[in-house]
């Protein structure tokens, strides 16, 4: 029986859900894909939403958090062994932290009682075209077809869709990093204890000039501690041999000591230039699957959510206008370029290019340093974006600055004095 929908959405993370969400509250039929038993299964826990994420989709301040966070403190490992560290605190949280596996059933729930068919366990293989070349539909790893008008591929960053339909091919190693995690149990009073900084919830993060192309990220959840290490595949050490390291770090080891390791996952996080192309003939790539992940923090979840509804709204217009050509749904890609998401991969992209290429890879440390307590301390959309959050720190921090060169300054518009 062929089964015809409007949209056919492959992947039920933030991107896919909120495509789905999106376009089945606009009365459009949609059925969301999803490879794993459950939303969610596929995915690892112990992540961080930053408050931007409620900004946009504020009914999620009704979904299953964890903890609130409402301090954030920064440590960096100089090369000469010193430790230079900073914490900002306050009373409205910075973010919250979610279990993915839990919050991803929850926000696909949202999606499916919006209207959108959810159907699970379905490993996409393929997208199907007809004989002009439009996407009209995905074929499953049990020879299943889904057809619809529109094909939305939000299925994360080895997106089949987006390869299968030519819109671009593997990332290259140094635009991918590896995620290696670990989540401990400790019980919610020692969580509490050890992440109480007056009377503030803390997230750390830990920064080593030893080895510059990543950073360790310690997150506190009710009962678990998650901690992971990213780094490009490119990078000298792998990320495994990273956390290792960091887990001897006196701030980290006190975190987890006595816990119990009940999860350990390596995932991959894109992290460098987008698809060159995110649309085409009745197709549309949002989250992941497009690369919107921050390049330089790997935080990816605000991007995915709100390309999801983007991609979703593009498409909804196009079904109305009868016209899902590539001319058409290039609105698409026009509007996530104006959007945050375009500002903030386009500032990230200069970044990595003047750091890496010009500044050398000894500093890429220190600027992630400089970039995360900027974003954090300041804040960034919709209040600032990530360059005016970063030359404002650099303005307060002119040691950083100095670190870091006169181009990062000129660069920023920041004044750079030796
Ligand atoms: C270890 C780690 C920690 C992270 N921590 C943070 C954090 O703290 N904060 C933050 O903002 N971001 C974080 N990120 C990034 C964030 O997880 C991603 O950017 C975000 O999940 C992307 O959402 P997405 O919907 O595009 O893709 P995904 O979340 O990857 O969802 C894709 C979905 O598609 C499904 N799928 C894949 N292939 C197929 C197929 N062929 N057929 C059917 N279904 C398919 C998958 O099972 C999955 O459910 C982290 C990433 C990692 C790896």
């Known amino acids: 029986m062929r089964r015809i929908y409007d949209i056919v959405v492959v992947g039920a993370g933030p991107a896919g859900s909120l495509a789905a969400k999106t376009a089945a509250e606009k009365g459009f039929r949609?059925?969301?894909l999803e490879r794993g038993r459950r939303p969610g299964d596929k995915n690892v826990g112990g992540e961080l939403l930053t408050q931007d994420v409620f900004h946009h989709f504020s009914w999620m301040a009704e979904g299953p958090l964890e903890r609130p966070i409402t301090r954030w403190?920064?440590?960096?490992?100089r090369e000469d062994g010193s430790l230079v560290e900073l914490a900002f605190s306050r009373s409205k949280p910075f973010g919250y932290t979610v279990h993915r596996p839990e919050w991803d059933r929850w926000v696909s729930k949202a999606a499916a009682e919006a209207g959108a068919q959810l159907k699970t366990s379905t490993l996409v293989e393929r997208v199907l075209k007809n004989e002009g070349g439009y996407a009209i539909g995905v074929e499953t790893s049990k020879g299943e077809k889904f057809y619809g008008s529109l094909v939305i591929g939000a299925d994360g960053v080895n997106s089949v869709v987006a390869r299968s339909f030519g819109l671009r091919g593997k990332w290259p190693p140094e635009a991918v990093a590896l995620a290696v995690k670990q989540t401990y149990r400790l019980g919610e009073n020692l969580v509490s204890g050890r992440f109480t900084r007056g009377g503030c919830v803390e997230a750390l993060v830990v920064f080593d000039d030893h080895y510059p192309s990543g950073y360790c990220w310690v997150f506190p959840s009710k009962r678990l501690v998650a901690l992971g290490v990213g780094a490009t595949l490119n990078s000298k050490e792998p990320p495994k041999l990273q956390l290792k390291r960091m887990l001897r770090l006196p701030a980290v080891r006190e975190r987890v000591k006595g816990g119990r390791l009940i999860e350990e996952a390596a995932r991959l996080i894109p992290v460098g230039p987008p698809a060159a192309k995110t649309f085409g003939d009745g197709i549309l790539l949002a989250g992941d699957a497009a690369g919107f992940t921050c390049p330089m923090e790997g935080a990816g979840y605000e991007a995915a959510a709100y390309s999801g509804k983007l991609a979703a709204e593009v498409a909804c217009e196009a079904l109305s206008a009868g016209d899902v050509s590539a001319g058409f749904l290039s609105a698409y890609e026009e509007r996530w370029r104006e959007s945050w998401i375009g500002l903030?991969?386009?500032?990230?992209?200069?970044?990595?290019?003047?750091?890496?290429?010009?500044l050398?890879?000894?500093r890429v440390s220190r600027f992630l340093y400089g970039f995360l307590t900027a974003v954090a301390k300041h804040g960034c959309y919709p209040s600032l974006s990530h360059k005016e959050a970063l030359a404002r720190f650099l303005r307060e921090n002119g040691e950083l600055l100095t670190?870091?060169?006169?181009?990062?300054g000129a660069f920023l518009g920041v004044e750079h004095s030796l």
């Open 403 to 408: 670190l870091l060169g006169g181009k990062v």
């Open 30 to 32: 949609v059925i969301l």
């Open 73 to 77: 403190s920064f440590h960096l490992h």
């Open 360 to 362: 050398g890879i000894k």
């Open 344 to 358: 903030n991969l386009d500032f990230g992209g200069r970044m990595q290019n003047l750091i890496l290429r010009e």
